[in-house]
């Protein structure tokens, strides 16, 4: 072979070699900086032993081999980024198995709004004459010895009915606004509440006197004349005759109903509202189970309370 075409060949495998040095110099950080620059002079004429195919060829071998270190040190460093791509879809994975592990935030059952309570009025109570007390009970006929009864509270000009009502009995003849002693019938009209008693103590009628009855006590009626002490409590022991209040069924608890206060002989006498009897029906009183009659006691805040019958 001349000399020319061995130059001519070891230029060829020369620039072969340089290509493949270059291509592989990024992944080859621990290369020396001077080792570029020793190839480079090798073309330079002159400066290399280019007198064999052998030293060409084992120059191409040279770059040869160091074109394998160069696809070796970017297998390595694919092999980093596949690390690389590995670490981020194992944070990825950790991140959504860390959403699938944490419970999610507990919902609130809102809370149900209550309705509010429609305002019940005592429209009867409404400019009726005589009807002037902070607080009423209202007693309405609903038969002829039957009566819901509802306890009112003045707020402004009318009257706001409590949220219960009770069921009354009245007299076994009925209600009547001509009321005469001994006819079995409820007085109408509106009447002042006065002082209680009973043969057990005071159950909460705290703006009224209250009386604890004995065998004594009575409640002159009957025939009695006023100067007899027609219609009010009195006492045996003093010469007195009338219905005995020691009774422990319908006494237990009792209030007076400030029905004929002027004492008039024959238009009736001892009214009183009191606990239910076993006969459930009255001489011409108002009655209430016992439950109900405390509450109705209790819930008189002053002794400006009145008694509508009708």
């Not at 620059?37 to 002159?46: E, H, I, K, S």
């Not at 694919?78 to 198995?97: F, Y």
């Not at 004459?129 to 009970?137: E, L, P």
Request: proline content about 4%.
């Amino acid at each position: 072979m001349s000399s020319a075409r061995r130059w001519t060949g070891g230029i060829v495998a020369a620039i072969a070699g340089i290509t493949l040095v270059m291509g592989a110099a990024p992944a080859q950080a621990h290369e020396k900086p001077g080792a570029l620059t020793a190839r480079v002079t090798d073309l330079q004429p002159g400066a290399a032993d280019l007198s064999s195919d052998a030293g060409g060829a084992g120059n191409d071998g040279s770059g040869n081999g160091n074109s394998g270190n160069g696809d070796g040190s970017e297998s390595e460093a694919a092999g980093k980024d596949s690390t690389g791509a590995g670490s981020e879809s194992a944070q990825v994975g950790s991140a959504k198995a860390g959403l699938g592990a944490s419970d999610p935030a507990p919902t609130q059952t809102p809370k149900k709004t209550q309705p509010k309570k429609k305002t019940l009025y005592c429209s009867y109570l409404d400019g009726r004459k005589g009807v002037k007390a902070q607080q009423v009970i209202e007693v309405r006929q609903t038969s002829t010895s039957r009566a819901d009864v509802y306890l009112c509270s003045r707020k402004g000009d009318r009257y706001v009915r409590d949220n219960t009502s009770y069921t009354g009995h009245l007299g076994y003849n009925g209600v009547t606004s001509k009321k005469r002693e001994g006819d079995g019938k409820t007085p109408a009209g509106v009447f002042w509440m006065r002082g209680g008693f009973g043969t057990s103590k005071n159950p909460g009628l705290d703006h009224q006197k209250w009386t604890t009855v004995t065998k004594d006590h009575v409640w002159v009626d009957g025939k009695a004349s006023k100067a007899q002490g027609y219609n009010t409590m009195q006492r045996r022991s003093k010469g007195y005759r009338g219905e005995a209040l020691h009774q422990t069924g319908p006494y237990k608890y009792a209030q007076v109903i400030g029905y004929n206060e002027e004492r008039t002989p024959g238009k009736g006498s001892a009214i009183f509202l009191h606990k239910h009897t076993a006969s459930g029906t009255t001489a011409g009183c108002v009655s209430l189970s016992e439950k109900s009659l405390v509450k109705t006691l209790k819930w008189q805040k002053s002794a400006d309370v009145q008694m509508v019958i009708h």
